[in-house]
C-alpha cells in the first residue's frame, strides 16, 4: 500500500502510528546506550558481582504484566461494544501502573537497606546503573500513565468505540513497550549483576 493513499484522517492515522515507532525505536536505542554502558563498566575492580536484585523488582514484574493484559482486556472490550467494562479494565490498568512504580521504590529502598547507596561516598557503580536504568524506565511507566489518563479523559468523552480507536491503540502499543522494555531490563540486570 502507498502511504500516500487513502482519506487524509487515513493518512494522518499512519503518521501517527510511524511516529510512535520511530519514539519506541529511539527508546530501544537509549535503553540499549544504557545497557551496553553496563556491560562495559563490569571490567572495573570495584563492580560488585555478588549483588542479588531486590525481590520488589520480582513482584513489579509480575504487577507490570498483569497490566498489559488489563489493557487487553479492555481493547476487548471497546471492540465489543462494552464501555462499563472499558472502564473498569483501564482503571485496573491504571491501579497496577501505580503498583508497579510503588514497587520500583520499595525495590530501591531494599537496595538502600543492604547497604548500597546510589550516590555520595558510600555509593558503588554497579549500584548506581541499575538505579539510572530502573529510574529512566519508572519516567517511562509514568509516561505511559499520563496516556493512560488521557485514554480514560477521552473514553468518558465517547471518543473511542470499535471503528475509532487509534489514541486508544497507540497508548496500549506504547504500555506494553513499557512492559516488554522492563522484563528485558530486569532479565538484563539479573544475568549480568
Known amino acids: 500500500m502507498d502511504l500516500t493513499e487513502g482519506t487524509l484522517e ?7 502510528k510511524m511516529m510512535l515507532w520511530f519514539g519506541i525505536v529511539s527508546l530501544i536505542m537509549s535503553f540499549a546506550g544504557w545497557t551496553s554502558a553496563f556491560v562495559v563498566s563490569r571490567s572495573r575492580e570495584d563492580w560488585l558481582t555478588d ?3 531486590p525481590n520488589a523488582f520480582t513482584i513489579s514484574t509480575i504487577i507490570i504484566i498483569i497490566s498489559s493484559l488489563t489493557f487487553i482486556m479492555a481493547k476487548r ?3 465489543n461494544n462494552k464501555r462499563q467494562l472499558v472502564t473498569i479494565w483501564l482503571l485496573i490498568t491504571l491501579i497496577f501502573g501505580a503498583v508497579f512504580i510503588y514497587n520500583q521504590f520499595l525495590g530501591f529502598n531494599q537496595i538502600i537497606e543492604s ?3 546510589f550516590t555520595g561516598p558510600t555509593s558503588n557503580i554497579t549500584m548506581t546503573f541499575i538505579f539510572i ?3 529512566v524506565h519508572i519516567i517511562h511507566v509514568a509516561v505511559g500513565i499520563i496516556c493512560l489518563l488521557v485514554v480514560i479523559y477521552n473514553h468518558f468523552k465517547q471518543k473511542y468505540n470499535a471503528k475509532k480507536m487509534l489514541g486508544f491503540e497507540l497508548a496500549a502499543t506504547y504500555w506494553h513497550f513499557v512492559d516488554i522494555l522492563w522484563i528485558y531490563l530486569l532479565l538484563f540486570l539479573y544475568f549480568m549483576s
Do not use: P, S
Open 10 to 16: 487515513e493518512k494522518t492515522n499512519r503518521a501517527k
Open 51 to 53: 549483588f542479588q536484585l
Open 77 to 79: 472490550a471497546l471492540k
Open 115 to 117: 547497604g548500597y547507596n
Open 133 to 135: 536504568i530502573a529510574f
